[in-house]
């Protein structure tokens, strides 16, 4: 059984940085990519960012290049989302993510993804 548990999220003012986490367990964590979704209310689930299995690819969406990392420790089959100069677009539901298919390359679409995560609250002040 595949689990992923997001945590990191939290309160920030504008300008500010957090750290998110994603622990995945119940597959071999290095053979494939990873991802983080996030999800506005009343909005569609956007991708963010993307990692390759061996970490040597990062993806980003135009929203976030230059602010946001994303990293992955494969010894601890965790992934990360350092998120610096929080605005208050920034403000979501996170989600990481993972499929069957990808490894080198991520997707954009989140049909893609066979495996998510329940979601870390990342809220952003004024």
């Known amino acids: 059984q595949v689990q992923l548990v997001e945590s990191g999220g939290g309160l920030m003012q504008a300008g500010g940085s957090l750290r998110l986490s994603c622990a995945v367990s119940?597959?071999?964590?290095?053979?494939?990519?990873m991802v983080w979704f996030r999800q506005a209310p009343g909005k569609e689930r956007d991708f963010v960012a993307g990692?390759?299995?061996?970490?040597?690819?990062?993806y980003y969406a135009d929203s976030v290049k230059g602010r946001f990392t994303i990293s992955r420790d494969n010894a601890k089959n965790t992934v990360y989302l350092q998120m610096n100069s929080l605005t208050l677009e920034d403000t979501a539901v996170y989600y990481c993510?993972?499929?069957?298919?990808?490894?080198?390359?991520?997707?954009?679409?989140?049909?893609?993804?066979?495996?998510w995560g329940q979601g870390t609250q990342v809220t952003v002040s004024s």
């Open positions: 990692i390759s299995r061996d970490g040597s690819k990062t």
């Open positions: 119940g597959r071999s964590f290095s053979r494939y990519a």
């Open positions: 993510a993972t499929g069957e298919v990808h490894t080198m390359v991520v997707t954009t679409n989140p049909t893609e993804y066979e495996y």
